[in-house]
């Protein structure tokens, strides 16, 4: 392997050598782009709630499992016999 070929002897693209990254120099416009798909603060905060009511719900669900197992089971009924 040498300064002109990669690890399989392939020829590396001019545009990677020249910005030194994968992206071939496209990375400010992939970020750009991320960056006017993410959500507003407002929005952002209403999922960061949302996201946990959700996790409270899972919990008090898993609590009500717990509590239905941790029960003991019932042997039998008693019956008054005359």
Known sequence: ???????????????????????????????????LMMPSAAAGEHFKNARLEFLKGVRELLDQRITSLSEKPRTGTKLNVE
């Open 1 to 35: 392997m040498n300064e002109s070929t990669g690890p399989a002897g392939t020829a590396e693209p001019t545009a990677s050598k020249a910005s030194g990254c994968v992206c071939g120099g496209k990375g400010p416009m992939l970020s750009q782009m991320l960056d």
